[in-house]
């Protein structure tokens, strides 16, 4: 059963103000603890390198790749991980723990049936046997010579080198079975993503063995208790939110859903969408939040964290700031709500596109923010891994 129901309605000024505060894009709530911008949004998607370096300097009062690239690799206070919707995720330890438990463990077991499957079909006489001893021999390798990427683990372990078959149709391909070892490995905690094989915007990443890089690693968890803790985290930046929000960021199903809401104690408000959740210590009216401004990445979570974006987004929007997939491109926000985009453009100019009159200050506001993040990039050029028909619209 859910906490005892709040009946009070909580309206979409509440919501962008709470957004606007609790994603820090309120310049008061800037930080330069990277590892507090991640916690405080649950997590950073990682699917774009890019994403997870722009949504971290967005929020900081400092604004340094180099302190991103610090807690990612030489601190290694943030973990990245595929996690929730099988996306690929950077964590504080505590929430890469909850996430694990929560949702990639399950994705684990289908990853090494599926492994199984295709070694068997690769002519491998004793799959199981095979796939232990490969994943032995590629953490042994890992553990005492790693971080590496794929390619050079294959050269190291050429016995490991099977061409296994991907795909059907127009889609088929070949790949070879340590690099799929090294994917199930992933997915199952033993071994983690770590520093990139070029430059922080490229997404080919060496591996490492959880034990080397990070030896707490994902500590034993409760399946139950850990989604509770991950549906916390998110109402604490999200909520309210909708059931239907949670489950689809988190990937559950209804029921698994329903009752990580129950274990919180998930106290229900009414909003436009209908019913929406809080916790119980978040019952009460936020106040109102100072302006703000500011542009995040495509795939930032203050885009991605609900199903039903409605009260952030103008419904004519969406065709023009997000992909067929329903990725949300770089987007330029005002006070806790999308007004536009941007793009990088050849020369290195940050080229905005608003779809709304915000006034002459916050449209200021906007461009100060485009020079600044022109400034930080400098030379580097990057292109957006989902990119919204805007992009070719500024490009």
Do not use: C
């Not at 370096?53 to 604004?63: D, E, G, K, N, Q």
């Not at 030489?74 to 890469?96: D, I």
């Not at 289908?110 to 001893?133: D, F, K, N």
């Not at 990088?344 to 940050?350: N, P, T």
């Amino acid at each position: 059963m859910l906490g005892v129901v709040a009946t009070r309605f909580v309206d979409t000024a509440e919501r962008r103000a709470r957004l606007a505060v609790r994603h820090r894009h309120v310049a008061a709530t800037h930080t330069d603890d990277v590892v507090a911008i991640a916690d405080g949004l649950v997590a950073l998607h990682s699917t774009d390198p890019v994403s997870v370096y722009l949504s971290a300097v967005a929020r900081m009062a400092t604004p340094s790749l180099a302190a991103v690239e610090r807690a990612l690799y030489v601190e290694r206070s943030l973990v990245r991980h595929h996690a929730m919707r099988r996306t690929l995720w950077v964590l504080g330890h505590e929430a890469a723990g909850l996430a694990h438990h929560a949702s990639t463990v399950d994705v684990a077991r289908v990853q090494r049936r599926l492994a199984l499957t295709m070694l068997a079909e690769g002519g491998i006489a004793r799959p199981e046997e095979w796939l232990a001893s490969a994943s032995a021999e590629i953490l042994a390798l890992l553990e005492s010579e790693g971080p590496l990427p794929a390619r050079e683990i294959g050269l190291r372990l050429p016995a490991l080198n099977v061409p296994l078959a991907v795909g059907s149709g127009s889609s088929a391909g070949v790949v070879a079975a340590h690099s799929r070892v090294l994917l199930m490995l992933g997915f199952e905690g033993r071994v983690v993503r770590a520093r990139p094989t070029g430059t922080w915007i490229n997404g080919q990443y060496r591996w490492a063995a959880t034990s080397a890089w990070w030896p707490e690693g994902f500590a034993e968890r409760e399946p139950r208790e850990a989604a509770a803790g991950l549906a916390r985290r998110w109402l604490a930046a999200f909520g309210p939110g909708t059931r239907a929000d949670l489950a689809w960021w988190a990937g559950w199903t209804v029921a698994v859903t329903k009752r990580a809401l129950a274990d919180v104690g998930a106290v229900e408000v009414a909003l436009e969408e209908g019913p929406g959740y809080v916790l119980p210590d978040d019952v009460e009216p936020a106040p109102s939040a100072p302006p703000s401004a500011v542009l995040l990445p495509g795939l930032d979570p203050s885009t991605m964290g609900w199903k039903q974006r409605g009260f952030h987004l103008a419904p004519e929007d969406v065709a023009l700031l997000f992909d067929r997939n329903g990725n949300g491109g770089p987007t330029a926000w005002v006070d806790g709500r999308i007004v536009g985009g941007w793009h990088q453009r050849a020369d290195g100019e940050i080229a905005l596109h608003l779809t709304a009159d915000v006034g002459a200050e916050a449209a200021a506001a906007l461009d100060a923010r485009a020079a600044e993040l022109a400034a930080l990039l400098g030379d580097v050029r990057f292109r957006v891994r989902f990119p919204a028909p805007l992009q070719a619209k500024l490009a």
